[in-house]
């Protein structure tokens, strides 16, 4: 079964700083690799996703992450956050090659923007 | 606003006892999805529904179940209600066509409390 790694649970940071979140997932040879966003009391936003081609996906709002196959990790990064970029971080990755397309999420990371 | 409506945001009901949680997809959209998100087991894809067919199946318990009404509105009945099972039940939509590719959107959720 695929598992999610999501390493920290919580990443304070200053805003303008750069940051990551980290997510590792179990091997696949065939994967779908989501980033979902969590603002208080609402549902979750698709942030970004990686199907094929580049490993380097980009978001509207400045998210990146990139697909890295032999580490098997799909890390988000922003090279300057704002404080309205405070929220929970989902990673999730469904498993192309089974068949059965269930997602399958980590545990979260709250990003926490301070001014 | 994702498009995508929950009916109600909150419940509490006792244990034992039986609930129906609704969702409304996207307009246009024929896959619905259910989620639920609690502290314990964090997000876990329960079940899904394509065009009214039963399409993939997660962790749902056997005292859980769904369906998708031809007018592609979905129910997720819940009875023999645990303590356990209280949890941020969320509904999400997408087109449908695609497995696994797709965009989800997020309906804001029902808060579920058993006492």
């Known amino acids: 079964a695929q598992s999610v790694t999501q390493l920290d649970s919580q990443v304070p940071v200053f805003e303008e700083a750069p940051v990551e979140l980290r997510c590792n997932y179990s091997?696949?040879?065939?994967?779908?690799l989501f980033w979902y966003v969590q603002y208080p009391n609402q549902g979750l936003q698709l942030l970004l996703k990686?199907?094929?081609?580049?490993?380097l996906v980009e978001s509207i709002n400045g998210f990146e992450a990139e697909f890295n196959k032999s580490q098997t990790s799909f890390h988000l990064r922003k090279p300057s956050v704002h404080i309205s970029d405070t929220a929970e971080y989902f990673c999730a990755v469904i498993d192309a090659s089974g068949g059965s397309y269930i997602p399958t999420f980590g545990r979260g990371t709250s990003l926490i923007v301070h001014p | 606003d994702s498009g995508v409506t929950q009916t109600p945001k909150h419940l509490i009901t006792a244990t034992g006892q039986r609930v129906t949680l609704r969702c409304s997809p996207r307009s246009g959209d024929l896959s619905v999805y259910w989620y639920q998100q609690s502290l314990d087991q964090g997000l876990q894809f329960l079940i899904q529904?394509?065009?009214?067919?039963?399409?993939a199946k997660g962790n749902i318990l056997e005292r859980f179940s769904a369906q998708q009404f031809p007018d592609l509105h979905s129910e997720l009945n819940l009875s023999s209600l645990e303590l356990g099972d209280s949890a941020l039940y969320f509904c999400?939509?997408?087109?449908?066509?695609?497995?696994?590719?797709?965009?989800?959107?997020f309906g804001p959720g029902t808060r579920l409390l058993v006492l």
């Open positions: 999400a939509s997408s087109v449908g066509g695609q497995r696994g590719q797709e965009t989800q959107y």
């Open positions: 990686y199907l094929s081609g580049s490993t």
């Open positions: 529904y394509y065009n009214g067919e039963e399409r």
């Open positions: 091997s696949s040879v065939s994967v779908y």
